[in-house]
Nanobody
Framework: QVQVVESGGGLVQSGGSLRLSCVVS????????VYWFREAPERQRELVGS???????NYEPFVKGRFAISRDDAKNTIHLQMNSLKPEDTAVYFC???????????????WGQGTRVTVSS
């Protein structure tokens, strides 16, 4: 019943910005930690960062202050703001949400299908 859908990807020039969204839908009791991952062509999926229920964030070193994760609990939405984009940021970006189900009250992790980001040089 719980679903995760990413959006906001697209084509952008080097140095540009994009804001990705991760919408969690279904009967939800609570959304806990949410993670952003990315997967570049012929590379393994890697962690970008995360945000807790209390909005504490953590980022991998390659972000270097360029990205910011936030959450809007009223809309069950998590954002990844990406600035100063580089060609090496080109990847499919995935959201993984830790969600407590509002029907059976079990907690599980749910993956979205990803949104593609392409940064041209």
């Amino acid at each position: 019943q719980v679903q995760v859908v990413e959006s906001g990807g697209g084509l952008v020039q080097s140095g540009g910005s994009l804001r990705l969204s991760c919408v969690v839908s279904g009967k939800i009791f609570r959304i806990y930690t949410v993670y952003w991952f990315r997967e570049a062509p012929e590379r393994q999926r890697e962690l970008v960062g995360s945000i807790t229920k209390e909005s504490a964030t953590n980022y991998e070193p390659f972000v270097k202050g360029r990205f910011a994760i936030s959450r809007d609990d009223a809309k069950n939405t998590i954002h990844l703001q990406m600035n100063s984009l580089k060609p090496e940021d080109t990847a499919v970006y995935f959201c993984k949400a830790t969600v407590q189900d509002g029907t059976v009250f079990t907690t599980d992790e749910y993956w979205g299908q990803g949104t593609r980001v392409t940064v041209s040089s």
